[in-house]
Nanobody, 122 residues
Framework: QVQLVESGGGLVQAGGSLTLSCTASGSVLGLNNMAYVMTWHRQEPGKQRELVASITSGGRTNYADFVKGRFTISTDNAKNTVYLQMNSLKPEDTAVYYC????????????WGQGTQVTVSS
């Protein structure tokens, strides 16, 4: 029903910045017209997925401790897009980053993107 597509990953040197985008399509009629929680997660090879940041349609944001002060989550509701601005990147930030959407209209269902690779060189 909903497709989420991440983009913006790539290779960056430690201390650099990168901005990830996640765009929703399909059944989404516009993030500006619905209640939602959008989240970014990341997963390193051999490790469990971990929550990075979240944002609600009410504007509340939350961040994992390991990214506080460095990452910023935001949305452009008119574009059905959520962003993750990543600054002061560290090699340990290297992971596949996924976005997830939970929408009031979708009930218990949530939706995942395919992921985008972020690699931070030392």
């Amino acid at each position: 029903q909903v497709q989420l597509v991440e983009s913006g990953g790539g290779l960056v040197q430690a201390g650099g910045s990168l901005t990830l985008s996640c765009t929703a399509s399909g059944s989404v009629l516009g993030l500006n017209n619905m209640a939602y929680v959008m989240t970014w997660h990341r997963q390193e090879p051999g490790k469990q997925r971990e929550l990075v940041a979240s944002i609600t349609s009410g504007g509340r944001t939350n961040y994992a401790d390991f990214v506080k002060g460095r990452f910023t989550i935001s949305t452009d509701n008119a574009k059905n897009t959520v962003y993750l601005q990543m600054n002061s990147l560290k090699p340990e930030d290297t992971a596949v980053y996924y976005c997830n959407g939970r929408f009031a209209w979708a009930g218990a269902n949530d939706y995942w993107g395919q992921g985008t690779q972020v690699t931070v060189s030392s």
